[in-house]
């Protein structure tokens, strides 16, 4: 489903343009509990961002949505990870920025792509992998490396940090709407603070941890059974979890409410949470809901996983 394609560009390309394109993300079960280990299934969406590349000064342009510590952030990411290659890259991105759709992992892939066919070798998932990871580094710290495996990958996955990742192949069509519930604090900010409540009741928070887990791979056997009724469950069941440890807000709830009352099987928060970000809900046929929500002024769009 990704748009970009892997493979070395020729020498005669690299005296021209070269584009690159990363899809954001979602996590439709399992954020958090995957730092600490447990399977989370993610998928990569339709949107993302696009990376071009000419001949020049090493550079990134960065782009004008950016706040100065994100801009600082992708200025750190790409001289770790170009070195002197002699591009001068600019990024495109129809991903909302810093609520929880991986648009900084879309924006390492994208730019990994585009370093990676300037080299001019053949190159496949792993190599974009890597090269993203360092600048996912810059951006986030310590990840667990979903974001930007699930981009990288271009597909349904359920990834584990430390073990293989799996493709998961849909019975039916996943479909997901996706709304904005507004600005957020950074992922690095809520990971510290879920840390902090981990390390005051540990056994607590490694039975809750665990326990999502379970969910992560339940709702990988339904997706591949085209179980969506199973699934929209997990899906609630994964968020009422997330609000008991203190990853919920109001305006995230209120999102979940109302897809839920648009007719989603399922709605859950999606990515790091706190006091925004977005909401996902399942629906068999989300054309009436996207209607709905955008004549409420809501951002929202469809993927389909
Ligand atoms: O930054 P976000 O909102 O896409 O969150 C990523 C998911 C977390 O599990 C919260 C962090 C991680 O590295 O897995």
Known sequence: ????????????????????????????????????????LAGAIQRGVTARAVPGPTRIQAPPELTPPQAEALQRAFAAAAGDVGLSVSVTSDLPVGVGLGSSAALS?????????????????KEVR?????????FHGTPSGVDHTTSARGELILYRKEGPTKAVKAKKPVRIVVAIAGVRTPTKTTVAGLRERRMTWPKRYARLFGEIGVLAAEAARAVTRGDLAELGDLMTVNHGLLWGMGLSSERLDAMVRRMRSLGALGAKLTGAGGDGGAVIGLFEDPSDALKRLTADGVQCFESTL
Do not use: C, D
């Open 109 to 125: 892939v994208a730019v990994s792509r585009v370093l990676l066919q300037a080299r001019g070798k053949p190159f496949g998932v």
């Open 1 to 40: 489903m990704s748009r970009a394609r892997n493979g070395a560009a020729s020498s005669s390309e690299v005296r021209s343009e070269l584009t690159a394109f990363g899809p954001g993300k979602i996590i439709v079960i399992g954020e958090h509990a995957a730092v600490y280990g447990m399977p989370v």
């Open 130 to 138: 890597e090269l993203a990871a360092k600048m996912e580094g810059e």
